[in-house]
């Protein structure tokens, strides 16, 4: 009996918890999206047809067809933001991340896509933004800014 008035209690607390995250992206007021397209047969064919030129390089400046690619699977341009040419963090390596795109032509997934504000670009050491993949849990963008800075250190 116990159990069961517990989990009548908790189950509309952590419904209501996920959709906040899920719904909004919102985790310590940081901007979280989520890919919002899930089969990569729903990828537009020019951005296919460019895999080939996504993560030639560690820099973290994105080139036009990365920025392309990220904006149409985070659905980035909804939001305002668009990625071409901002300086981008991959938790990871940006050429792992674009060859595991191009190995894996069934699903986009896997990761997401951590918006910074002003102090958290200024904090992070000037990054806009920074793509994780392949975490089983949401990380605090907080933490993401503290990985990114603790990495870029001279």
Not at 30 to 37: A, D, F, G, K, R
Not at 55 to 74: A, K, R, T, V, W
Not at 109 to 131: H, I, P, R, W
Request: charged letters at 20%; a neutral charge; hydrophobic letters at 35%.
């Amino acid at each position: 009996m116990k159990i069961k008035s517990l989990l009548l209690t908790c189950l509309p607390l952590l419904t209501v918890g996920c959709s906040i995250i899920n719904n909004h992206g919102l985790v310590d007021n940081s901007q979280i999206l989520t890919p919002q397209v899930h089969y990569f047969s729903d990828v537009p064919k020019d951005l296919v047809d460019n895999l080939g030129k996504m993560g030639m390089d560690n820099s973290s400046i994105l080139n036009d067809q990365e920025g392309q690619y990220l904006n149409f699977i985070f659905k980035a341009e909804a939001q305002g933001i668009n990625l071409a040419g901002k300086k981008v963090a991959f938790l990871g390596s940006k050429v792992d991340y674009f060859e595991s795109t191009r190995k894996d032509s069934l699903v986009v997934g896997g990761s997401n896509l951590y918006l910074f504000s002003t102090m958290q670009k200024t904090e992070s050491g000037g990054y806009d933004a920074a793509v994780t993949y392949w975490k089983k849990f949401v990380i605090p963008t907080q933490e993401i800014v503290r990985t990114i800075k603790d990495n870029t250190k001279e």
